[in-house]
């Protein structure tokens, strides 16, 4: 054995194949639907509006956005959901912040039995 020799010829390229840079078609995800709980509720199967709905929470760096109702078993009370779906479409129809407000005021209310 010869150490220290330099080698005689160095290759033109490299070993790696032009393959590793690119992307796997195959690990490629795809987005999902999730249903919104209080539609299933009622007995429809909707996609959830996520952020056009007055009950998501936006999510931050490190959690995911979710549904005010996520963790209440809104599916097994059908007209407790069908009454959040009237106040949701009240409040997502609301043309201005006044209204808005008295839509929250009045869900507040009904909500607590207060007299906000």
Known sequence: MDYGKAAFRIRARHDASGAFGSDDGRMASEPTTHLCSLEAAVGKLEACPEGECPFWEPGGAALDGRCAFEALDVEADADFAAWLLQ??????SSESTVAADAARSLFRHLLNGSDE
């Open 87 to 92: 106040i949701r479409d009240r409040l997502a």
